[in-house]
């Protein structure tokens, strides 16, 4: 009997080396996807909104109007509206809202979704500031786009969102352009065109 235990601890502890032997040689399990690195900016970046640029007043059905630049491509989403050209975008997205947006409250939530996006977001600044619409929040960052549909590239985006408050609702404007692209007075124009009709 004692030989038979003896036999069988010599076993198993041989067995529990050969797994340890083979656990030692595996890779180390990662997180299912390595997170994006952020992609170098473009030299001469495309995406300047040219200074004669004509811009027209959008008036938006859920109960939103802005200037945007005329002849960029609108894309209709629930609950808000895409203006694209290259890579230069203006988003308007509009959710229920119970109170005015607070700087805590926003880097509470929207940075944090932004950091969830994938994007290698880097957030640079935020505050609370003051629109002719009235009291909103400010988060200037920098992302990668979405890869190209054709060529996959990506490219690193210059972005600002403004947090809106509004009537029991309030507005996500997000403006974004290639990095190193000048567009700091159309974007200015564009954020203080926005009115709750």
């Known amino acids: 009997m004692t030989r038979l235990y003896a036999n069988l601890t010599t076993t198993a502890l041989a067995a529990i080396a050969a797994a340890l032997t083979l656990a030692a040689a595996l890779p180390a399990a990662g997180p299912a996807h390595a997170a994006e690195t952020a992609v170098a900016p473009e030299k001469n970046p495309p995406g300047d909104i040219p200074d004669d ?104 985006l210059e972005n600002e969102r403004f947090v809106i408050g509004g009537p029991g609702k309030r507005a996500t404007l997000t403006l974004s352009a290639p990095a190193g692209a000048d567009n700091a007075d159309q974007w200015k124009l564009v954020a203080e065109s926005f009115r709750w009709n």
């Open 53 to 156: 640029q004509v811009f027209v007043t959008y008036r938006a059905p859920q109960g939103f109007s802005l200037k945007v630049p005329e002849g960029w491509a609108r894309r209709d989403m629930p609950g808000g509206v895409d203006f694209a050209d290259k890579y230069g975008e203006i988003v308007v997205a509009v959710a229920p809202a119970t109170a005015a947006p607070t700087l805590a409250e926003v880097r509470q939530t929207d940075i944090a979704e932004l950091a969830k996006a994938d994007r290698a977001v880097t957030v640079a600044a935020s505050a609370a500031l003051k629109l002719p619409v009235g009291p909103a929040v400010k988060i200037a960052f920098t992302s990668n786009s979405e890869p190209n549909a054709v060529t996959g590239k990506r490219i690193r």
